[in-house]
């Protein structure tokens, strides 16, 4: 009824979910690209046609995303759309909520108007959740989907998710906070899927650090002991051994310790406990760095800490010969241009077989690193790239982030160096190469990540594993989450009665 004619073309798995979602609470679990918009659309119209005058609400995590999504179904469908943020004033909120059949919004801000009492879901027929993982903890979605539950005369849920968990506990959870009753699982050997799954290749490059480098991390490991053994000098894990202590075991310690200082025990074990712990996160943090990031974003690091930091930890750690030294080294290395062996990777990657009207996005961690991988490959003939970070301290603001995406995607630039703010949602058209900077401890990222590549065509990613670091481990922790996800999503499939819930308010009350 409302979806314009000939803009999108159904596949069979697509209607059979439909025909499990369109009227009970469903999770659909799908391999990124292959068109749970699709669905979604189907879902829409079944459901504004059924109920005469009622409307949904989409929600997706980011900005970026939600304004994605807008564009998506103003080109697919016939319904007065509208769009909120914590940019838009209250009362024209409001308004759009009252006025447009299918609301696009992020949930801190629906959350927030469910509050202020501006948002009222009676004469709402569907609440869409993309991105499903989130609905744990405090998470916005787990209290409007309570909330709508409650209120909507008609209430239906439809969560999106290509990467739910990897523990049966959390996939129960998210199914319980949105009162699944259904769970529609494809993956991409299903006979029915693997006729529309693009190619991906993934190479796995392994580097070796120069010597140069190692120096400075054995003298930061020494470092990190003789911090290791101030703690235990002053009584706390005096009993574990040296070389079994690491950054978790050290977060867990400041953890309990501030604990007990907000308790009132403020002694000085306590104080002097939490300020060994702070030095040693900064360490741990510098050590990641230097190993695993570029020596420039470790040098700015000791940098900032130096000649900006006013803390009690910042001040005793600029005050050692150790910090004055590896800054100094550090400063010295790039001055005669050495620099982390995965910059140079990366500048092949792009001067080798990479097609100058091709696109690439390259992941990284952290804001430092996407300004060290930018300067780098700027310097690689062919190669536009374009800085794309998350809002916070110093970031970009959601409107330049929508702008930044659409001129990537019209050729302005070829080449888009991120943070974690595109690896989940995102449909990038056009993406042909990815570069995983580092690997990262998630099944659910990486997958994301993997998902902005081929989405329309055949693609090819690159993980870059820097030996004798976090990269290694990190790779085959993200290995491991992922290999048990598709075990547990497999037996989700053959029982999915383990996941089911009745369909009414049971699950919220």
């Known amino acids: 009824m409302f979806i314009r004619k000939g803009k999108i073309e159904e596949r069979e798995y697509q209607k059979n979910i439909f025909e499990t979602a369109k009227d009970s609470n469903t999770l659909v679990v799908l391999p990124t690209g292959l068109g749970k918009t699709v669905i979604s659309v189907l879902v829409v119209d079944y459901r504004l046609s059924k109920y005469k005058g009622s409307k949904t609400l989409f929600l997706a995590p980011t900005k970026p995303l939600v304004n994605q999504h807008y564009k998506t179904f103003s080109g697919l469908m016939d319904v007065s759309l509208g769009m909120t943020s914590g940019e838009t004033k209250k009362g024209d909120r409001q308004n759009v909520y009252e006025s447009s059949q299918l609301t696009f919004s992020t949930p801190q801000t629906v959350e927030n108007d469910i509050e202020r009492g501006i948002i009222n879901f009676s004469d709402f027929s569907l609440l869409i959740v993309d991105e499903a993982h989130h609905t744990v903890g405090n998470y916005a979605y787990v209290k409007i989907a309570k909330e709508y539950m409650l209120k909507s005369a008609h209430p239906l849920i439809l969560g999106l998710t290509a990467s739910p968990a990897s ?94 200082m907000f308790s009132g025990k403020r002694n000085f074990y306590t104080i002097r406990g939490i300020i060994i712990t702070s030095k040693l996160l900064k360490l741990y943090h510098a050590l990641n760095l230097i190993s695993t990031q570029s020596v420039g974003a470790f040098n700015r690091f000791l940098e900032k800490m130096i000649k900006e930091g006013t803390s009690k930890t910042d001040k005793e750690l600029v005050k050692t010969v150790e910090i004055k030294w590896m800054y100094e080294k550090s400063k010295k290395l790039l001055d005669e241009g050495l620099e982390h062996p995965k910059l140079e990777e990366i500048n092949k990657i792009f001067s080798g077989g990479f097609s100058t009207d091709q696109k690439a996005i390259v992941f990284t961690q952290y804001r430092d690193t996407v300004d060290v991988i930018y300067d780098s490959v700027s310097r690689v003939k062919g190669i536009r790239p374009v800085k794309f970070i998350g809002q916070g301290k110093g970031g970009l603001s959601q409107k330049e982030q929508v702008n930044i995406i659409k001129d990537f995607e019209a050729g302005v630039y070829n080449v888009l160096v991120s943070t974690s703010v595109s690896e989940e949602g995102m449909s990038i058209k056009g993406v042909d190469l990815a570069v995983f900077y580092e690997t990262i401890p998630s099944g659910i990222r990486s997958i994301q990540r993997r998902g902005r590549v081929g989405r329309f065509n055949a693609g090819k990613i690159f993980i870059l594993i820097t030996e004798g670091t976090n990269d290694e481990g990190y790779y085959w922790v993200s290995k491991r989450k992922e290999s048990k996800m598709k075990k547990l999503i497999k037996n989700i499939k053959e029982n999915p009665k383990t996941l089911k819930n009745d369909g009414t308010l049971n699950p919220f009350v």
Not at 232 to 253: C, E
Request: aromatic share 4%.
């Open 167 to 260: 523990e049966q506990e959390k996939i129960s959870l998210i199914c319980r906070n949105l009162g699944i009753s259904n769970v529609e699982i494809r993956g991409e050997d299903d006979p029915d899927v693997a006729p529309y799954v693009k190619t991906k290749t993934v190479e796995e490059i392994r580097l070796k650090l120069p010597n140069e480098i190692l120096e400075i991390i054995s003298y930061l490991k020494i470092f990190i002991q003789e911090q290791v053994a101030a703690l235990q000098n002053v009584g706390l894990l005096k009993d574990a051994s040296p070389n079994r202590i690491n950054r978790r075991t050290i977060l867990m310690l400041q953890k309990s310790l501030q604990a007990r």
